[in-house]
């Protein structure tokens, strides 16, 4: 045991990076997550009720290094029981309940703030992401925010019709804003 504890110690010693990396509490209760979706009659502003939301911190450089974001379909709420339904049947989550984000790079924009770049898998589907970000942080607290158009044909979603002349357009927006605290050690 103490011989991998001493390797351990080596390598943290040799990767300073990984060493210094330290986990955001991501206080739910401060975040949120909202899905506007237009529709030809009864738009409406969908918000993601629970996720999960894992946050890599260099707090040394002061730089977000790792994260994963997930999350239900059936924590998506519209504010109306039965369209809540009618949209986990359109989504099929009964097959593909989850949706996941997963960061790959976060560089910095040129005019301000960061582009983020990832994967995001909806409906069993992969797809690459690029968007705008900004990260605030007094050096304890970070706030995350951000927002993204998707359109829900890039993940084999059909468009949603209704009596031929009601549509919901298949491009929706994504706003979020995670806050959170680098968690003790």
Do not use: C
Not at 66 to 76: E, M, P, Q
Not at 95 to 101: E, L, N, S, V
Not at 148 to 170: A, N, Q, Y
């Amino acid at each position: 045991m103490k011989a991998l504890l001493a390797i351990l110690g080596g390598l943290a010693v040799l990767t300073p990076g990984l060493a210094a990396e330290r986990t955001l509490a991501v206080d739910k209760a401060h975040s949120r997550v909202e899905v506007a979706v237009k529709a030809t009659v009864d738009s409406f502003v969908a918000t993601l009720s629970d996720f999960n939301a894992a946050v890599a911190v260099d707090p040394e450089a002061g730089r977000i290094t790792s994260a994963v974001f997930s999350f239900r379909f059936a924590d998506v709420l519209t504010g109306k029981k039965d369209r809540d339904h009618e949209m986990l049947v359109w989504e099929d989550a009964e097959h593909f309940p989850d949706g996941r984000f997963e960061l790959t790079a976060l560089d910095p924009a040129p005019a301000g703030g960061y582009v983020a770049r990832g994967r995001l898998r909806l409906h069993g589907i992969d797809q690459r992401l690029e968007f705008p970000v900004t990260v605030t942080s007094d050096g304890l607290r970070y706030s995350i925010d951000g927002s993204v158009k998707l359109d829900t044909r890039d993940f084999g979603l059909e468009v949603i019709r209704k009596l031929l002349v009601l549509k919901v357009d298949p491009q929706v927006q994504v706003r979020f804003h995670l806050q959170g605290s680098l968690a003790n050690l």
